[in-house]
């Protein structure tokens, strides 16, 4: 069934497990996610950027809420980086039952103004709110965060953001990136961090820059004729601490994006007379449902619906 955030998130905080959000862009992408989450009994959202907006618009979203809808296990579809209240209120038009806004490359009291906005009109439809304080490193949908600017979520400010804000959950800076590249091996983790800022708030904590960027996948995706560097992805252990520490909505797409060009071009590779789309659609999917089974398994959302 399609639900609010909310009503995913919170049970997800409350018990300790984290969902997982899919970035999608087609039918097969949103199948591996849903049919999986289904297979495993497991709470899942579905999430789409502005790009993904500018490339599938209604006709995606029209996907999503359907197949979700349909879904024995509660879905919600997300905004994932809204960049403006405009985007936001526009993804609620389409039938987006959660939306991000992220201001967190403003100021301090910039985004607190631009959240309550959101906030305000969200909660006046029944639309929960993410939002964002403290800047990745890696290169954020609409801004270039680079190493230097890049900072971690204060807690103090956290417990402020949340109250003067109202926003229904939050996404904090704690060493992630996005992308294939998330450091020089495995990326530190401040645990600490995330364990002071649970202590000190209840709303559900989102997890951005989650990809594992599982070695298997990449050392396919070369084998197969891919050309990728020395790509690094959180470790599961540390998703698995993360979530016993308030982290409830856990971002993932760089994996499903791997796993999607895995099973096209070995594909191609291996029958290069083949012209069926299903026979490189078909075999992309496969391989995304895998990666989305083990993400529900490491964050304990399976059998949680
Ligand atoms: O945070 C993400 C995805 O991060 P990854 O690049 O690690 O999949 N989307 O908002
Ligand atoms: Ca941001
Ligand atoms: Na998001
Ligand atoms: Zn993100």
């Known amino acids: 069934m399609l639900v609010t955030g909310k009503e995913i998130l919170v049970p997800a905080r409350e018990g300790k497990y984290g969902v997982p959000a899919f970035n999608t862009n087609n039918m097969e992408i949103t199948q591996a996610i849903i049919h999986t989450a289904e297979k495993l009994e497991a709470p899942v959202m579905v999430q789409m950027s502005e790009g993904a907006i500018k490339y599938g618009g209604q006709d995606l979203a029209n996907i999503v809420k359907d197949m979700a809808q349909r879904a024995k296990i509660p879905v919600a579809l997300h905004l994932d980086h809204g960049s403006s209240y405009e985007s936001a209120l526009k993804a609620i038009a389409m039938g987006f039952t959660s939306v991000m806004i992220d201001a967190s490359h403003h100021d301090f009291e910039e985004n607190i103004r631009e959240t309550k906005r959101v906030v305000e009109a969200a909660h006046a439809m029944g639309i929960s709110v993410e939002a964002e304080l403290g800047r990745l490193g890696g290169i954020e949908e609409h801004v270039i965060v680079d190493e230097k600017d890049a900072f971690l979520t204060d807690p103090e400010e956290a417990v402020q953001f949340i109250e003067q804000t109202g926003t229904d959950y939050l996404a904090i800076a704690i060493g992630t990136s996005h992308?294939?590249?998330?450091?020089?091996?495995?990326?530190?983790?401040?645990?600490?961090?995330?364990?002071?800022?649970?202590?000190?708030?209840?709303?559900?904590?989102?997890?951005?820059?989650?990809?594992?960027?599982?070695?298997?996948?990449?050392?396919?995706?070369?084998?197969?004729?891919?050309?990728?560097?020395?790509?690094?992805?959180?470790?599961?252990?540390?998703?698995?601490?993360?979530?016993?520490?308030?982290?409830?909505?856990?971002?993932?797409?760089?994996d499903l994006r791997l796993a999607a060009s895995v099973g096209v071009r070995e594909a191609f590779m291996s029958n290069p007379k083949e012209f069926d789309p299903r026979k490189w659609m078909g075999p992309a999917r496969d391989v995304m449902s895998e990666i989305v089974a083990h993400k529900l398994k490491v964050l304990g959302a399976a059998g949680k619906a």
Do not use: C, W
Not at 213 to 224: C, G, N, Q, S, Y
């Open 179 to 254: 992308g294939a590249y998330k450091g020089k091996g495995r990326p530190f983790i401040d645990h600490e961090r995330i364990e002071k800022i649970a202590s000190m708030t209840t709303i559900p904590l989102v997890a951005h820059g989650s990809s594992g960027v599982p070695k298997e996948i990449t050392d396919r995706f070369r084998t197969a004729g891919g050309e990728i560097g020395e790509a690094a992805g959180i470790a599961d252990e540390d998703l698995t601490r993360a979530v016993q520490h308030g982290i409830a909505k856990v971002n993932v797409d760089t």
